[in-house]
T-cell receptor, first 114, second 110 residues
Framework: NAGVTQTPKFQVLKTGQSMTLQCAQD?????MYWYRQDPGMGLRLIYY???????DKGEVPNGYNVSRLNKREFSLRLESAAPSQTSVYFC?????????????FGSGTRLTVV | RKEVEQDPGPFNVPEGATVAFNCTYS??????FFWYRQDCRKEPKLLMS???SGNEDGRFTAQLNRASQYISLLIRDSKLSDSATYLC???????????FGKGTMLLVSP
């Protein structure tokens, strides 16, 4: 039972490069989320998708775009990476918007922008 | 008031001790409450939901006080394996997402 799978696990980018973080869940969940976690800042919501076909901004959306490709997959794109985007990125999913039964998280992507 | 506030700790306790964490939240209309556990360099994992009547899962007890807008987690008979960061989680504004506290670090020593 895979749950939420994120790829890649680690990535180093140069400033200005672009990349896409992939996330897929096999729990038939409707809602998916992207968070970043920085020391002392906790988990901050970047974007979320309450259901297939919808996406909304979270607390820190600048510099990112997302695509809800289908019910299973939700990708996060950095168009022009900046050192301030060095962080650990977590994807999560939930059965319903608002996570009434909680979220299931992927294992994270550790991104360093140099 | 921040949406979800926690004492960052660390709480240093010996094995076998009882330790309690509190968390306050700002949105009086919040409906969903959770405690998550996060080990170093790992993803957060759901520890337990928090219900209005309070709930217990083995050595862990969670309480909700809606009037004062705080949530508590009590850990009895601490184990070395309980060392982790504990995140308080509440419905965000608009109820479409969850808001995470910054976490309280617990260190259990032999």
């Amino acid at each position: 039972n895979a749950g939420v799978t994120q790829t890649p696990k680690f990535q180093v980018l140069k400033t200005g490069q672009s990349m896409t973080l992939q996330c897929a869940q096999d729990m038939n969940h409707n809602s998916m989320y992207w968070y970043r976690q920085d020391p002392g800042m906790g988990l901050r919501l970047i974007y979320y998708s309450a259901s297939e076909g919808t996406t909304d901004k979270g607390e820190v959306p600048n510099g990112y775009n997302v695509s809800r490709l289908n019910k299973r997959e939700f990708s996060l794109r950095l168009e022009s990476a900046a050192p301030s985007q060095t962080s650990v990125y977590f994807c999560a999913s939930s059965e319903a918007p608002g996570g009434g039964y909680g979220y299931t998280f992927g294992s994270g992507t550790r991104l360093t922008v140099v | 008031r921040k949406e979800v506030e926690q004492d960052p700790g660390p709480f240093n306790v010996p094995e076998g001790a009882t330790v309690a964490f509190n968390c306050t939240y700002s949105n009086s209309a919040s409906q969903s409450f959770f405690w998550y556990r996060q080990d170093c360099r790992k993803e957060p994992k759901l520890l337990m939901s928090v219900y209005s009547s309070g709930n217990e899962d083995g050595r862990f007890t969670a309480q909700l006080n809606r009037a004062s807008q705080y949530i508590s987690l009590l850990i009895r008979d601490s184990k070395l394996s309980d060392s982790a960061t504990y995140l308080c989680v509440v419905n965000g504004r608009g109820y479409s997402t969850l808001t995470f506290g910054k976490g309280t670090m617990l260190l259990v020593s032999p």
